[in-house]
Nanobody, 115 residues
Framework: VQLQASGGGYVQAGGYLRLSCAAS????????MRWFRQAPGKQRESVAS???????TYVESVKGRFSIFRDNPKNTVYLQMNSLKPEDTAVYYC??????????WGQGTEVTVSS
């Protein structure tokens, strides 16, 4: 199983980035896909998730700014991040949660938002 995250970078506050996570080795359409982030000195937190039916959830701090969506034929999940704030600075990880099984994790992609 591989989850390859990309799209991180350096951006000024108010800017935007789109993260991508390409999955292989799993039946992508059967997995809940999630984005987490971990800021320096802080615990990892769940940012957004998208279910197999397309239902989404977001942590309160990103509602209205971030959008998660999936492209099942491409085995890819995205995180569109708009109106970025310095507090969004973190390493972002994607995760796949298959039914009745433990989650898979990808490597992180770093996002830095300058004020």
């Amino acid at each position: 199983v591989q989850l390859q995250a990309s799209g991180g970078g350096y951006v000024q506050a108010g800017g935007y980035l789109r993260l991508s996570c390409a999955a292989s080795g799993i039946v992508f359409s059967r997995n809940i896909m999630r984005w987490f982030r971990q800021a320096p000195g802080k615990q990892r937190e769940s940012v957004a998730s998208i279910g197999i039916g397309g239902g989404t959830t977001y942590v309160e701090s990103v509602k209205g700014r971030f959008s998660i969506f999936r492209d099942n034929p491409k085995n890819t999940v995205y995180l569109q991040m708009n109106s970025l704030k310095p507090e969004d600075t973190a390493v972002y990880y994607c995760s796949a949660l298959p039914p009745n099984f433990s989650a898979y994790w990808g490597q992180g992609t770093e996002v830095t938002v300058s004020s």
